[in-house]
């Protein structure tokens, strides 16, 4: 089993800038990906980026140029830089860790965390 738990959510104005951390911890095999996706209210949860152990980026249009993922592959936590956060991504933010053992594909997802963005 893996829990993944995530901070670093509040309010913000826009233009300003939150950082985003979610720590996976259990059974965590080495060869995963992990990622951010995010829900505003009335609307399906969407993908934001994802980053794989080996440190190939996934980008949704929305976000590329202000949005960075990274990860501690040594402290299995994965990271999310917002800058120039605009009011449409107020969201409730979701860690997500996918992993592959023996064919067989396993989702996991944090409990979420609070962005809002200010006009």
């Known amino acids: 089993q893996v829990q993944l738990v995530e901070s670093g959510g509040g309010l913000v104005q826009a233009g300003g800038s939150l950082r985003l951390s979610c720590a996976a911890s259990g059974s965590i095999f080495s060869s995963n990906a992990m990622g951010w996706y995010r829900q505003a209210p009335g609307k399906q949860r969407e993908l934001v980026a994802t980053?794989?152990?080996?440190?190939?980026?996934n980008y949704a249009d929305s976000v590329k140029g202000r949005f960075t993922i990274s990860r501690d592959n040594a402290l299995n936590t994965v990271y999310l830089q917002m800058n120039s956060l605009k009011p449409e991504d107020t969201a409730v933010y979701y860690c997500?860790?996918?992993?592959?053992?023996?064919?067989?594909?396993?989702?996991?997802w944090g409990q979420g965390t609070q962005v809002t963005v200010s006009s």
């Open positions: 997500n860790l996918l992993t592959t053992v023996l064919g067989r594909s396993y989702v996991y």
């Open positions: 980053i794989t152990s080996g440190g190939t980026t």
